[in-house]
């Protein structure tokens, strides 16, 4: 199966959102860190899963990801995404 044609309007969407990607992601980190501040119990980890996802989406080294996520501490994840901003 073949690739459906794109229209122009379409390519520059993907092209945006691949050149954006790292700012998309980081985004959605700070997003889930507030979640994360709010929330415990299984929506908690739910949070953590998705938040781990977008750590390693803007370039966190894992073990680095591994230390904040066994720590658990919302104040240290912040002041680490504030170094991407």
Same mark, same amino acid.
């Given at each position: ?21 790292? $700012? ?6 700070? @997003? *889930? ?6 929330? =415990?119990?299984? !929506?908690?980890? %739910? ?13 966190l080294? $894992? ?6 996520? @066994? *720590? ?6 912040? =002041?680490v995404? !504030?170094?991407? %901003?």
């Open positions: 199966m073949t690739d459906p044609q794109r229209t122009k309007y379409q390519e520059k969407v993907i092209k945006n959102y691949y050149r954006n990607r790292d $700012a998309i992601a980081l985004q959605k980190a700070m @997003e *889930q860190l507030t979640e994360l501040y709010l929330c =415990e119990g299984k !929506k908690r980890e %739910t949070v953590w899963q998705r938040l781990l996802v977008n750590l390693e989406k803007i370039g080294p $894992a073990d680095q990801i591994r230390h904040l996520r @066994e *720590q658990d501490d919302p104040t240290v994840i912040a =002041e995404l !504030k170094k991407f %901003t």
